[in-house]
């Protein structure tokens, strides 16, 4: 309860700084609808042996540790075997021994930037001339149907810009320019985003009576 108050507290403190207290309020909501919306479960791998994910006889010896120091973490290993118990799939009149053979395996490509660098690029060459002009596409607002110009959509296309600048570094350095730029319409100086008095963004850019 402390930890949940603590992150409202500093994010409520932030949202403030950066729209006041409305756009506050909105956030924190927001976060709320976010994080309830998750279905945490948790999974653990057997180790020094063959990897098995949520072994049944080693969650056990983790109950003392997990009871003192966080017992959230029992129920959300206990979740994934008692869902896969209640399938029907397990026919023996045993508990199950693990949920897996073989616990997932990351390796290799800490920051995702080789693996899927020429799909990334791919796309993000799509943006510079597009993200402005955008053509009948469907958002996070996809209730009103395909639109063109969606401000969604070109606040993204910016976010995107800048972001894959950063994984570039100087390769595609022009591409923070072009995403910083971009922004600096939608929002600042020529407020294609907003309405006339900049209160709030609009559905289509530039701003029409519809909006």
Known sequence: MRESQTIDSELSAAAIQVAGTNYSDITALSLNATLDTNDVLAFVKEISSDGNVNTVNVIMPLFPVLY?????????LLEPILQYLTSGRWTLPYVIHDIGSAYPNATGHDDGVAEYYTLLNKYASYL??????IALQLSTNDATGLLTNETNLAIKAAVGLKAFASLASETYSNYSTIGDTHA????????????ADKTHFVLNCPDNDES
Do not use: A, C, H, M
Not at 128 to 133: A, E, I, R, V, Y
Not at 184 to 195: F, M, P, R, V
């Open 184 to 195: 600096t319409q939608i929002y600042t100086d020529d407020g294609l985003g907003t309405d």
């Open 128 to 133: 510079p001339s597009k993200s402005l002009n």
């Open 68 to 76: 003192v120091t966080n017992p959230e973490p029992l129920r959300l």
